[in-house]
């Protein structure tokens, strides 16, 4: 199957959920990974707001509030198409971008690079069994992290996709220019690969 073909078939999948699916695989994948040394080591912790039937976060944010950590949202920087990681608080003024995904708008001394981060929790469309993550085909996440190409040890930021447990898939070719995941937790499962 080509990759469109995957993109196409897992949106809809995710898109078919209920709203009761959708809030009980949250909670499920939210309390698998408060319980790992990826989330209680982390101080600044960088989710997504899902759209598009994606796994939600929120469950992970509202957690990260109550220790104390400090949740960065994405922000598409319009000059390169890279990101930016701006916090976020509650009740935080928010504006969709270009593509219709929720930013942060007042950015002013708010804003940080991706290497001062802890965790990356990255949204996807599939990803299979040794890290391999697939997008939405923006390669806004491996531009931003390609830094942590070809190194020999893993360095900040821990890239964590979220995802349904039906969005693995057996195999995905990784070509040269992907960033791949260093772990993945989902409803029913958490994955950890070492790079």
Request: glycine share 8%.
């Amino acid at each position: 199957m080509n990759l469109q073909a995957i993109r196409k078939e897992m949106r809809a999948r995710r898109r078919a959920l209920t709203d009761a699916e959708h809030d009980t695989c949250a909670e499920s994948m939210a309390r698998r990974l408060a319980a790992t040394n990826w989330f209680q080591r982390s101080r600044r912790v960088a989710c997504y707001l899902a759209v598009d039937g994606e796994l939600d976060p929120e469950p992970v944010i509202q957690r990260a509030w109550a220790l104390g950590k400090t949740v960065y949202l994405p922000v598409l920087d319009p000059l390169c198409d890279r990101l930016w990681f701006a916090s976020y608080d509650p009740g935080d003024r928010l504006a969709k971008n270009r593509f219709g995904i929720p930013e942060p708008v007042h950015l002013d001394g708010r804003r940080i690079p991706p290497w001062t981060l802890d965790l990356v929790l990255t949204p996807l469309v599939a990803f299979a069994a040794h890290g391999e993550r697939l997008g939405m085909g923006g390669g806004f996440y491996d531009r931003t992290f390609a830094y942590l190409r070809g190194r020999r040890c893993w360095h900040k930021p821990r890239l964590v996709g979220l995802a349904y447990e039906f969005q693995k898939i057996p195999s995905l070719t990784r070509r040269e220019w992907d960033i791949p995941l260093h772990g993945c937790a989902t409803d029913q499962g958490l994955y950890r690969w070492r790079l």
